[in-house]
Nanobody, 122 residues
Framework: QVQLVESGGGLVQPGGSLRLSCVAS????????MGWYRQAPGNERELVAT???????NYADSVKGRFTISGDIDKNTTYLQMNSLKPEDTAVYYC????????????????WGQGTQVTVSS
């Protein structure tokens, strides 16, 4: 069972910055990818950014140029630097880890953190 611990959320004014951190523990066979998703009230959870073991990075169009994902997947850590924050970035941000499971065919299991609130408001 993989556990994820997030930190770094809070209240920030429009145009400000925040940095989220996530550390995973409990993986037996390694983590293939980690990422950040967010969910605003009344909306479905949506992808923000992901990074794989091979450093392949993917961003939602809405955050490109403002957010930067980084981390060391080998060490089960990821960070999300959020700059030029907008009120529409307000949401609960969840860390995700895709854990490798061996078998006749290797497959991935998703784990989620408890979420951290990010509020962008003046």
């Amino acid at each position: 069972q993989v556990q994820l611990v997030e930190s770094g959320g809070g209240l920030v004014q429009p145009g400000g910055s925040l940095r989220l951190s996530c550390v995973a523990s409990g993986s037996r066979f390694g983590i293939y990818a980690m990422g950040w998703y967010r969910q605003a009230p009344g909306n479905e959870r949506e992808l923000v950014a992901t990074i794989t073991l091979h450093d392949t990075i993917n961003y939602a169009d809405s955050v490109k140029g403002r957010f930067t994902i980084s981390g060391d997947i080998d060490k089960n850590t990821t960070y999300l630097q959020m700059n030029s924050l907008k009120p529409e970035d307000t949401a609960v941000y969840y860390c995700n880890a895709r854990d490798i499971q061996p078998g006749p065919k290797v497959y991935l299991v998703d784990y989620w953190g408890q979420g951290t609130q990010v509020t962008v408001s003046s």
